[in-house]
């Protein structure tokens, strides 16, 4: 049962629609109407603000939507991320990748959409010929491999595949495969929409189909890489808006990360921005950049969508413990690849 507060602090969210506050917390929208004129009946009345007469699915022409990185108010914002994060702890798997001896380089990315308009193939193959060019042997996905359904008003005009069948049989046939190369991938807000609706996990399809590419989990997954004393990546797809500061998000991410179970590394995907933090906390923060073109709804805020890519390449000292992060960005734009 979802509390009270839970309920009115996500119906407070004027940025998304009814409906996207339904999927965010798991339920119907009908469930939904009916919680908020419960608790318009009772004491806490007057928490619930009033939403806009428009986004109560008149005709509304301003864009509405629970998934882009449109700017919102950071405090919410980073209330309902530390919640987030302290949920993903209690449901915390360690996968151990243990192919190192002393330094490999990875590869980093995120976002992809596959089924979208503005999912850019060309330039993921090309992401794909860098890695192969540079000996990587793993690729960690942030999540959103695929755009998902029904995650905003209009959404279903911004897409070329329907349905979870097309969108994995896409992902399956399209995304880019490379001899010896591995993608470990974790699932997002987007790829879990059909999840949220009809009980259909596509990591799971998508990883029986395809024996390079590997299904961590739902959210978040903290991978061991090594062998005797491992370094640890997290990878990560968090929720909400982004912020003003292209940092703050990775920042509040970092800091909300209990002691002692931090990763040496943190890569988040979801907010489509690429950003490096070398030491925030010990841990080193990237945002993994996206391969979804700029959306018009993300034109007219405006806030872009950072096209690219990235490889790390750690060294590891003596005594495995890691000494050294090289990471390196490349920048993906849309007339030149
Ligand atoms: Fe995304």
């Given amino acids: 049962m979802i509390a009270d507060a839970d309920i009115i602090a996500a119906y407070n969210r004027h940025d998304i629609t009814v409906a996207g506050v339904a999927v965010d917390l798991g339920i119907s929208e009908r469930q939904l109407q009916r919680r908020i004129k419960r608790i318009s009946n009772g004491p806490d009345a007057d928490k619930i603000s009033q939403r806009p007469r428009a986004s109560r699915g008149g005709t509304n022409t301003a864009p509405v939507n629970q998934s ?7 405090s919410d914002e980073v209330d309902r991320l530390k919640k987030q994060i302290a949920d993903l702890h209690s449901r915390q798997t360690i996968h ?53 359904e029904n995650m905003y008003r209009g959404q279903v005009y911004e897409i070329s595949h329907h349905g979870a069948d097309e969108q994995v049989k896409l992902c399956v046939d399209e995304y880019p495969s490379r001899d010896g190369i591995t993608t470990h991938f974790i699932t997002g807000n987007h790829d879990q929409s059909f999840y ?10 998508i990883d029986s189909a395809r024996p390079d590419m590997n ?12 062998n005797d004393k491992p370094w640890r990546l997290m990878i990560m797809h968090p ?30 995907g979801h907010y489509h921005k690429a950003d490096f933090l070398p030491a ?7 945002q993994a950049g996206c391969f979804q073109r700029q959306t018009p709804y993300m034109a007219t805020k405006p806030t872009p969508a950072h096209l690219g890519f990235w490889i790390l390449d750690p060294t590891v000292n003596p005594s495995k413990l890691v000494s050294r992060f090289a990471g390196e960005f490349f920048a993906g734009y849309e007339d030149a690849i």
């Fill in 68 to 74: 882009e990185p449109a700017p919102v108010d950071q």
């Fill in 280 to 286: 925030c906390r010990n841990v080193c923060g990237i």
């Fill in 96 to 148: 151990a990748h243990d192919f190192y001896d002393k330094s490999e380089p990875i590869g980093i990315v995120s976002d992809t959409h596959l089924g979208s308009n503005y999912c850019y193939l060309e330039l993921l193959e090309a992401a794909y010929d860098v890695f192969l060019d540079n000996g990587v042997r793993a690729v960690y996905h942030c999540g959103d491999l695929l755009d998902g």
């Fill in 215 to 226: 299904y961590l989990g739902p959210d978040q997954a903290m991978i061991e890489i090594g």
């Fill in 239 to 268: 929720s909400g808006g982004t912020a003003y500061a292209i940092s703050y998000k990775a920042q509040k991410a970092i800091e909300s990360l209990s002691g002692g179970r931090k990763p040496n590394v943190l890569a988040l």
């Fill in 196 to 205: 949220k609706r009809s009980g259909v996990d596509v990591g799971k399809l």
